[in-house]
């Protein structure tokens, strides 16, 4: 299995960085390269840091760490939405290279500390030099041009944003987009060629992605009075659970690096108070996304609302009830479970195991739950689901999401964080 990841990670490299998949994904994508750095670490530790620098290089002036950055080697069409959509050549602050204008869940200070970790040595320490300021003005961005209510969390623009993109927790938010399947004629969706159409989001779903990057472009990507009207404003459990857990990171790489970790700790307690004044819904046990549109919070189940349990410093009663919601019959989280862990309420009657991230299983979610199970006392459960992960690429291989009852492969067959989470897992 071992084999089998290393030589995906190898065959998806790309001179400086690893793509997602060659051909549904070809370009470099955020939260992607973290996941792969992590993976990296455990076989080819100097990729690692390449992994990361070369993301990094492409942040804008403002901090924003973009969601894709461009190869311009490739043939225009290769990726839809391209460059042509994104326009960031036109935006002041903007890299050298084509970038898109969104960012994701900044899971890279993680990755950058769990890299140095596997290999703490000079070449390792370097790069974390290098990457620190780097990171730190990735949080300064979020933290200061993304906190739309003012309540210490970050504010998602676009479902891209959060990594989950079909997720029936932004159905209620998206609704509210005003946008028609048929404006898709237009254009030539590029994942449907590669994928089938009823694993992917839909053309209305399409429809709307590209209605919200046009009312961003159209502001110059800037995040001044968004609330007065951009048509998607959210605040994600997991992209906020990203944001503290980041701090917490970054404290301990300012050791590293002979700064003071006092205000990442600080900043790090105050993002976990806010995530419970914010998204903790006592009725459910769980974290809920906030649509900041209607200031309600949305009423669907997913596997987003337990990832707060990365943070280290939740506190003991939320964090139970997260492993209550965890193992419900909705997640299925056990020492010994009997199917993989979906990233939606399996018992929604709008359950789909099929369409991306609305019932598949995906090793990312996975691994960030597992990791907050052992953070909050869990080993045997975190046992459970590291099990239940391996044994999904062993019978499927690297797939990109696997069927939440049979585990069967499902999009891209050869995808890069699958081999370097399943890397990451298989060393612990
Ligand atoms: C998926 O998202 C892209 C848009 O960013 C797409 O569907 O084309 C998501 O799974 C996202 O989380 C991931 O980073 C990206 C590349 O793997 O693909």
């Not at 000079?122 to 974390?128: D, N, P, Q, R, V």
Request: proline fraction near 8%; charged fraction near 20%; aromatic fraction near 8%.
């Amino acid at each position: 299995m071992r084999r089998l990841a290393v030589d995906t990670l190898d065959a998806n490299w790309e001179h400086d960085h690893t793509v997602p998949s060659r051909t549904l994904y070809p370009h470099q994508w955020s939260w992607d390269s973290a996941f792969i750095a992590i993976g990296l670490a455990q076989v080819r530790p100097e990729r690692a840091w390449r992994e990361l620098v070369s993301l990094f290089r492409a942040q804008w002036a403002d901090g924003r760490v973009p969601h894709i950055v461009f190869n311009p080697a490739l043939r225009v069409g290769a990726y839809f939405p391209g460059p042509e959509m994104w326009r960031s050549a036109d935006v002041p602050g903007a890299p050298t290279a084509d970038t898109s204008g969104l960012v994701q869940p900044p899971v890279h200070a993680l990755a950058a500390l769990l890299a140095y970790r596997r290999a703490p040595d000079s070449t390792g320490l370097a790069a974390l030099r290098r990457l620190y300021p780097a990171l730190v003005a990735q949080q300064r961005y979020l933290a200061d041009r993304r906190d739309v209510a003012g309540d210490g969390l970050v504010c998602i623009v676009h479902p891209w944003e959060s990594g989950l993109d079909n997720s029936p927790a932004w159905d209620e938010p998206m609704a509210a987009v005003p946008a028609e399947a048929a404006v898709m004629s237009a254009y030539r969706r590029h994942d449907t060629t590669h994928a089938d159409a009823a694993h992917r989001p839909t053309d209305l779903d399409y429809a709307r992605y590209l209605a919200i990057v046009a009312a961003y472009r159209d502001r110059c990507y800037s995040d001044r009075d968004l609330a007065a009207g951009h048509p998607f404003l959210v605040e994600c459990p997991l992209f906020n659970a990203a944001f503290g857990a980041a701090e917490h990171a970054l404290a301990e790489i300012a050791v590293l690096v002979g700064d003071d970790p006092g205000p990442h700790r600080a900043r790090a307690a105050r993002i976990t108070e806010a995530l419970l004044r914010r998204l903790y819904d006592p009725d459910t046990g769980t974290f809920q996304p906030r649509d900041l549109r209607t200031d309600r919070l949305v009423s669907a189940r997913t596997v987003l609302g337990l990832t707060p349990l990365i943070l280290p410093d939740l506190p003991t009663r939320q964090a139970d009830a997260l492993v209550v919601e965890a193992g419900s019959a909705r997640f299925g989280v056990a020492r010994r479970m009997d199917r993989p862990l979906p990233t939606y309420d399996r018992t929604a009657p709008d359950f789909e195991p099929l369409r991306y991230w609305r019932g598949p299983s995906w090793l990312n979610t996975g691994w960030l739950i597992r990791r907050g199970l052992l953070t909050h006392g869990h080993p045997e459960l975190a046992a459970g689901l590291r099990r239940s992960m391996i044994g999904l690429v062993a019978g499927a291989g690297c797939h990109e999401y696997f069927h939440p009852d049979t585990g069967a492969g499902l999009g891209s067959p050869a995808f890069s964080w699958t081999a370097a989470l399943l890397l990451d897992l298989l060393a612990a």
